[in-house]
């Protein structure tokens, strides 16, 4: 091998499916991305399931995601791995958030959340006002007595070392955040006692050594969580990427609800996994219109440049 690839670190790339419906175009473009971007330096994929959730407990949607992946010709180095199989790594990380002081049960109800949150933040994200941070010993075990607490994550002053975090995303370039005033102190631990998103997803991203996430533009928001997350644990954080998301006509975002364009009915109305990658390739201008691409062609064609030409929404025409 060269020179280059002896310096450079090689590139983990990771599908992390959630198994809460079949898998849709959007879905299908942001693992396309990811694998092409590993597979274009020489990198490796590691394939999880995110199925902490009780709703993505289904092994069936899990099985038919993994025969998708590998219908469209994607493929992977490492598992299927089950986050529901690591329950025990995930409260490791959790006793060592609260070894630090920097977590507190939170006692609010998702209406309650709501009603008492500052406008919006990107994405849909509310602004925790700290309700429940400054509650003490007793005011605590009196309410559990009549419910199960969650738990957040304090998040630092701005002022604080890591209270404004700053990264480089491949999609969508610099960006800035202040933890308090863009999401406040956040759930690494729902009240029914499953572990949260942002915190499971660090964990494994990072001891899996996953150093390249990329994944849909929604998720934008969540990475400087991620990233904080990652300094308490002691973790390097991975580099980020986000893919522009797909939506219909009409400028909605497709949803798993959307069957038309869901990977079950695209294959049964006889469409080719060449087909759905070409149309996927064509509004980063890797593909002509109609042109059939197949998933090794993407990666030989794949560059970051084209993916930051097309921030926009990508309007996903129906087949
Ligand atoms: N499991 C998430 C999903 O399917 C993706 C999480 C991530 O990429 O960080 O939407």
Request: charged fraction near 25%; hydrophobic fraction near 40%; proline fraction near 6%.
């Amino acid at each position: 091998m060269s020179a280059m690839s002896e310096t450079t670190q090689q590139i983990t790339g990771r599908f992390a499916p959630s198994p809460s419906g079949r898998m849709h175009l959007g879905n299908a473009f942001s693992s396309l991305v990811a694998w092409a971007s590993a597979r274009s330096t020489g990198g490796r994929m590691v394939l999880r399931i995110e199925d902490l959730d009780p709703r993505t407990k289904d092994p069936e949607l899990a099985r038919q995601i993994i025969d998708d992946l590998a219908w469209l010709g994607l493929d992977w180095d490492e598992g299927p791995i089950r986050q529901s199989d690591r329950g025990e790594v995930y409260l490791e990380a959790l006793e060592r958030l609260k070894g630090l002081g920097l977590t507190y049960p939170c006692f609010c109800t998702r209406a309650e959340l709501h009603a008492a949150s500052a406008p919006h933040a990107s994405d849909g994200v509310y602004i925790y006002q700290g309700t429940c941070r400054g509650l003490g010993e007793e005011q605590i075990a009196k309410r559990l007595e009549t419910r199960p607490a969650a738990t957040r994550l304090k998040v630092p002053e701005p002022a604080d070392a890591l209270g404004a975090i700053d990264f480089d995303d491949l999609g969508w370039g610099p960006q800035h955040e202040v933890l308090a005033r863009d999401c406040g102190d956040f759930l690494v631990r729902r009240s029914d006692g499953v572990i949260a998103y942002q915190l499971a997803v660090v964990v494994d991203d990072c001891l899996m050594g996953v150093n390249q996430v990329v994944r849909g533009r929604d998720l934008l928001s969540s990475s400087a969580r991620q990233i904080y997350i990652a300094h308490l644990l002691g973790f390097t954080p991975p580099t980020y990427g986000h893919v522009p998301l797909l939506v219909a006509p009409d400028g909605r975002r497709l949803a798993k609800r959307d069957r038309d364009c869901d990977l079950g009915a695209l294959r049964e109305a006889g469409e080719t996994p060449e087909k759905i990658i070409g149309r996927l390739a064509e509004p980063l201008g890797l593909a002509e219109r109609g042109e059939p691409v197949s998933a090794q062609e993407f990666v030989e064609r794949f560059s970051w440049d084209a993916v930051r030409s097309h921030r926009d929404d990508i309007v996903i025409a129906r087949a």
